[in-house]
């Protein structure tokens, strides 16, 4: 009978060992949980979600978790009845005068990242970085200086280009630069020259402050339209209307487009002709408009 108890007393001894291994090798493991779910609630409900995280912060690092999921936090198109799926603005956290997101504002969000430090709590950020929903155009100097700066002579260096799929160019007028009313030559090219960014087929249109969008129907350029540093005739265009065009591998590789602008089309105490290039078929080139002349 002795030796039964004692078998018994080490086998429970084992077994308590086990547990207490798997106890320690359990916590030792990061655990994350998912911390919103879908239907959230918000500010459009007058809670914040990131105060009631902030207030669960404790009993969350007591059940184990390690790691909490939040979901995307930018500022979105839908306002505060979005759970972030549909970013506008990357950079606003509900701080730049919006309101506050769904989650909350950014002194929210700085709130709850201090109380989940305390805890020993780590927050995984969603974020949608592929996609803009809203968005206004903004100026970007990284594009504009390697539009500016980038050459053939870089390309023969082994540099590359950075293609992107859409951009707009701004050239001010009237006010107090000597630019008016008269003909504007936008000429367009790849910056790298390369074989790969020819034959893109991208779209064109012209604006300033004055005169925007007219409603016309697509129009198409007519080749060859390389315009005078080709020796070759260009295609007129007006403010307000689509233009469909590709920069050919053929010829001289320039598309010129020929605007001319008369005193109603723009503001003279100050206007601006804005340029906006995007590539169709959810392409990508490194074309660039290069010295606009009058």
């Known amino acids: 009978m002795k030796l039964r108890a004692h078998k018994i007393q080490s086998c429970l001894t084992k077994a308590i060992l086990l547990l207490l291994f798997l106890r320690m090798l359990t916590f030792a493991q990061d655990f994350m949980m998912q911390g919103w779910y879908w239907d959230y609630p918000g500010t459009p409900d007058g809670f914040l979600w990131a105060d009631t995280l902030n207030a669960k912060a404790r ?27 549909d970013p506008k603005d990357l950079f606003d956290l509900g701080e730049y005068g919006g309101g506050a997101t769904r989650f909350g504002q950014r002194s929210d969000v700085d709130a709850l990242l201090s109380t989940f430090n305390t805890y020993g709590i780590k927050a995984v950020a969603d974020v949608v970085y592929n996609h803009r929903d809203g968005g206004v155009a903004e100026n970007n100097p990284a594009v504009e200086g390697w539009i500016e700066n980038y050459t053939v002579t870089k390309v023969n260096n082994g540099d590359n280009p950075y293609p992107s799929d859409r951009f707009r160019s701004a050239l001010p007028i ?24 020819y034959n893109k087929p991208y779209k064109i249109y012209l604006w300033t402050n004055q005169v925007g969008w007219q409603g ?74 290069y010295t606009p002349q009058r």
Do not use: M
Request: glycine share 14%; proline share 6%; net charge negative.
């Open 59 to 85: 009993q969350l690092a007591d059940a184990g978790f390690t790691h909490i999921w939040l979901p995307p936090l930018s500022r979105a198109s839908s306002g505060s009845y979005s759970n972030g799926y």
């Open 174 to 197: 009237g006010g107090a630069t000597a630019r008016g009313s008269g003909t504007y030559y936008f000429k367009i090219r790849s910056a790298s020259q390369h074989s790969n960014f």
């Open 216 to 289: 016309l129907p697509d129009a198409s350029e007519s080749e060859p339209n390389g315009g005078g540093d080709c020796g070759e005739p260009n295609n007129p265009v007006i403010l307000g209307r689509n233009y469909l065009a590709s920069v050919d591998a053929g010829g001289c590789g320039i598309d010129e487009f020929a605007l001319t602008l008369n005193t109603g089309d723009f503001n003279p105490a100050g206007d601006t002709i804005y340029v906006d290039l995007s590539n169709q078929n959810g392409d990508y080139s490194d074309h660039y408009i």
